[in-house]
């Protein structure tokens, strides 16, 4: 080779590890880290994922809010192993070939400061209380319903209309106040009355509705999807949302993927328990092999299926020869078990092989 050949080449593969070098730095930069730290400090006894790593790229940063462990009533601190928040963060479904969970082999997180006693909060409503800590009423009310309602303080998101705030500006600096909530809602509009009481006398009271809100992530769909269609790992995705509704959402996208949608839901809905199931091991109209328990007998026939059932449900199968209709556990595709049956539900059948 030629002198010039060699610059040539040297500087050719100077110019692709330069490349490569720079698609390796592109990648990484795509990546979402989650670093853990030795030591940190948690604000309560719900620990969140913030509060124990460094959190770079958009999903980490969304799953920051999410509980990775929660301190007992009496307990300060405690020891979490970077193997128990990767076990955490598979758990809300991050995808591992664009996450990168790095940092010390665990983190001792201790309570930043003592709980607050809350003597001013009763699961009673009507029981009245003291509140010389509260600054207006508003600040008592949001207390009081964060015992009510069960939420965290990062959950529990308040509002109310003009007119209430007005009144709910008031100072609560000495009197004593009870709350009676009306209904039975712990999300949504709850509507409330505030009896104010001094000296043993009951001096004022006011009607107001707090609009409860919560906070928190959930399994939430990308794309529209229709009803009995099967979900995919890029159909949903866990963000953060927030609920009016007391139905329980879906928080992992291991409860999803795999399943079918039972109705029509429209791109960037919250997802519930209700809007996903099990995918149909048997279909309406299909033939389905039946096994008749009697004893120690098994008898095996063929029925054919009047709706559609997933694993471990109860399906209805029509006998083609009497036309008559009876129950069966779906056992699996095209599968279905008559337990314990007895000689007329083995006539109903229409079992016959053995």
């Not at 758990?91 to 400061?113: E, I, P, Y």
């Not at 007119?163 to 106040?177: G, P, V, W, Y």
């Not at 928190?216 to 999807?225: H, I, K, P, R």
Request: aromatic share 4%; with cysteine.
């Amino acid at each position: 080779m030629t002198p010039a050949t060699d610059n040539f080449t040297i500087k050719s593969l100077v110019a692709i590890v330069a490349m490569l070098v720079m698609v390796a730095s592109s990648q990484a930069q795509t990546m979402d880290r989650v670093e853990l730290k030795s030591i940190a400090q948690s604000d309560d006894n719900l620990v969140q994922l913030r509060e124990i790593a460094w959190l770079t790229g958009d999903t980490a940063t969304k799953l920051g809010g999410s509980i990775v462990t929660t301190l007992s009533e009496n307990q300060v601190d405690s020891r979490i192993t970077l193997q128990s928040v990767r076990k955490h963060l598979s758990d809300m479904g991050v995808n591992w070939g664009r996450f990168n969970l790095t940092g010390a082999s665990q983190c001792q997180v201790t309570l930043a400061s003592a709980q607050p006693t809350r003597t001013a909060i009763v699961p009673n409503p009507s029981k009245p209380i003291h509140a010389t800590d509260a600054i207006s009423i508003e600040e008592y009310v949001t207390r009081y319903l964060l015992t009510y309602t069960g939420l965290s303080d990062q959950e529990l998101v308040l509002s109310f209309s003009a007119a209430d705030k007005r009144e709910l500006s008031a100072a609560a600096l000495t009197d004593r106040f009870e709350i009676e909530v009306i209904g039975t809602a712990k999300i949504g509009q709850i509507p409330m009355v505030i009896r104010r009481w001094r000296g043993g006398s009951m001096v004022g009271e006011i009607r107001v509705t707090a609009q409860v809100t919560c906070k928190t992530l959930a399994a939430v769909v990308v794309e529209n999807v229709r009803r009995g269609q099967s979900f995919g790992p890029n159909d949903v995705q866990v963000q953060e949302v927030f609920l009016t509704s007391p139905q329980t959402p879906i928080r992992k996208l291991r409860d999803v993927v795999g399943r079918i949608a039972s109705r029509n839901i429209r791109k960037n809905q919250t997802l519930f328990e209700s809007d996903v199931q099990l995918p149909f091991m048997i279909q309406r109209g299909e033939q389905v092999t039946v096994r008749v328990m009697v004893g120690s007998m098994v008898i095996r026939t063929v029925a054919r299926a009047n709706t559609d059932a997933a694993m471990g449900e109860m399906v209805e199968l029509q006998n083609q020869r009497s036309r008559e209709s009876f129950m069966a556990r779906v056992t699996g595709p095209r599968q279905a078990v008559l337990d314990n049956g007895s000689s007329q539900q083995v006539s109903m059948a229409g079992g016959g092989s053995r």
